[in-house]
């Protein structure tokens, strides 16, 4: 599974989402951004976070660097004010059955980079493909549709 983190749910704002799940918000409430996580599953919910937070439930280590919660607890935390200190929202996800991915990854459909804490959330979303690709030494006038082996 994966997780698009680049484009804005259009139809969800986190205080609408809160309001849905009947979780109250504290006084400070960081502005959190709901993104469509992916096509699969969109009413299912996942924060992606930096690894200051722990949930009492569930929280899985996806680096050292991030950390992923799909508990309900989490945002409860983030009402309260008690989240992590970087989170991004995302509504579904991307997934794949089972060889699938790797035969996209064969075919040149996906280039495989660190998933760095800057890029995922201090950067600006209509950014954020074009600095992933940077980090790998990549322009992206230089990418092509063909492909082949050798």
């Known amino acids: 599974m994966g997780l698009m983190v680049n484009k804005p749910a259009e139809q969800v704002t986190s205080a609408e989402l809160f309001d849905q ?28 976070h930096s690894p200051d937070y722990s949930s009492a439930i569930s929280t899985l280590a996806v680096t050292e660097a991030l950390a992923m919660t799909a508990t309900l607890d989490i945002l409860e935390d983030i009402a309260e004010g008690q989240g992590p200190d970087q989170s991004l929202l995302a509504l579904g996800y991307c997934g794949w059955g089972a060889g699938q991915l790797e035969g996209e990854i064969s075919e040149n459909g996906w280039l495989i980079g660190d998933a760095l804490p800057e890029l995922v959330f201090a950067q600006t979303d209509s950014r954020k493909w074009e600095l992933a690709l940077a980090a790998q030494g990549i322009h992206p006038l230089t990418l092509s549709s063909a492909y082949g082996h050798a």
Do not use: D, H
Request: glycine fraction near 18%; charge should be negative.
């Open 21 to 48: 799940l009947s979780i109250p918000l504290g006084p400070v409430v960081p502005g959190l951004m709901v993104y469509a996580g992916g096509p699969v599953e969109m009413e299912r919910g996942f924060v992606l």
